[in-house]
């Protein structure tokens, strides 16, 4: 008979996130996952798989996580160009700074080589294509506030390239003002 896990999968996941967040894909062993984890190999296996098995749960609740904030703020408020500004103003302190130096785990994992691994490279792009598409609606369904060439899937795009540069240069640990500033420049695009 089985014994009843004594873990939650929840808080396992979020300490393996951190593990790999910090020390990228690559650079993350299953040691120092039980090291963060308290579990050992034989319970990790047996609750998430191998190592790209767990990193793949890993990355598909943190893009989850993104996309359900992104959701709910960018569907939110009077325009689209005020629910986009609150959404990247949102990601200052995720970018910037000490605290920021981290990035975005999806932006890393694409930088790291993680994505060279067929599946990883699935998810993340279409993460990257939920995010755009959830721009692009929130763009088109306000459309009649923009100038008649407005071009919402460009626009999209751009606020997505954005995004992913500045959680590139998170690594870089900016100042908060200078990140601020690249946003009010990207904001100029919804004029």
């Known amino acids: 008979m089985a014994r009843p ?3 939650d999968p929840d808080e396992v996941l979020d300490l393996a996130r951190d593990v790999f967040w910090q ?3 690559q650079g993350t062993s299953l ?4 090291a963060a984890t308290g579990l050992t190999k ?17 990355l598909d609740r ?3 996580y993104i996309v359900g904030r992104a959701e709910r703020i960018i569907n939110d408020g009077s325009s689209a160009r005020e629910a986009i500004q609150r959404w990247l103003t949102g990601f200052v302190p995720r ?4 605290k920021g130096s981290r990035g975005c785990l999806s932006v890393n994992t694409s930088v790291d080589g993680a994505a060279e691994q067929k599946e990883v490279r699935k998810r993340i792009q279409a993460f990257n294509r939920k995010l755009e598409q959830l721009l692009r609606d929130r763009l088109r369904a306000d459309s009649a506030q923009f100038a008649d060439d407005f071009d919402p899937d460009a626009v ?3 606020i997505i390239a954005i995004y992913q540069g500045l959680m590139v240069l998170a690594k870089d640990a900016p100042d908060a003002a200078r990140v601020r500033a690249t946003l009010n420049h ?5 004029s």
Do not use: E
């Open 5 to 7: 896990r004594s873990f």
């Open 156 to 158: 999209a795009h751009t």
């Open 95 to 98: 970018c910037s700074g000490v």
């Open 62 to 64: 943190y893009h989850a």
């Open 23 to 25: 020390k990228g894909f």
């Open 42 to 58: 034989p319970s990790l296996y047996a609750a998430f798989g191998d190592k790209n098995a767990l990193f793949l749960k890993v």
């Open 31 to 34: 040691d120092d996952i039980t």
């Open 186 to 190: 990207a904001m100029k695009l919804l």
